[in-house]
């Protein structure tokens, strides 16, 4: 059975935003910390990472306030399909992020104005309390990369799918998918 676009929704860092190759070119560029993607097995990353706590918050700190200027891009493969998918519906994005206007002005930016223009995005501010979120937008199914959050969005009756990711791996019993190009198979072909 294939899923349509307009049922499916996405969490942000992690899936849409290539949250760890920003964080990894901000860690070398700015505090000059070597650090590879195999490292991040944590979702917190000051968990697994030898970095300064202090600095690994100014680096997330960054990524929330500031994304277009801190240089966030687009997964490999999203802006393709997530373009293909907004002529079959809205586009619906549900992040943890505090704040809003932040990744709603890097959504316009990534995805241009005729695609962002199908965009419905919810900022919770905590990773716990997406589900009612989900449900609201009528969407049945949940893209994340935080194996938590599927975990317990599954137990809520929602169709849970995680985004592989090195912190995520071998730490959920989920339906997960690889990449953008997955997704679009998974929806379309």
Known sequence: MKI???LIGFDIDGVVADTMEAFIRLARQDYGAAVLPEQITEFQVEECLDMDPV?????????????????LRLMPHAKRVLT???GMGPLSFIT?????EPVARWLATELGSKVY??????ATGEHDGKGEFINALGLQYFVDDRAQTCEQLSRQGINSIVFSQPWNRGKHNLPSVESWLSIREM???
């Open 4 to 6: 349509h676009p307009r």
């Open 55 to 71: 600095a690994v918050g100014e680096i997330f700190a960054r990524l929330l306030s500031a994304p277009v200027e801190s240089g």
């Open 117 to 122: 223009a199908r965009v419905r995005l919810e």
């Open 96 to 100: 943890a992020r505090p704040e809003k």
């Open 84 to 86: 293909e998918f907004s």
């Open 187 to 189: 929806c379309l072909a």
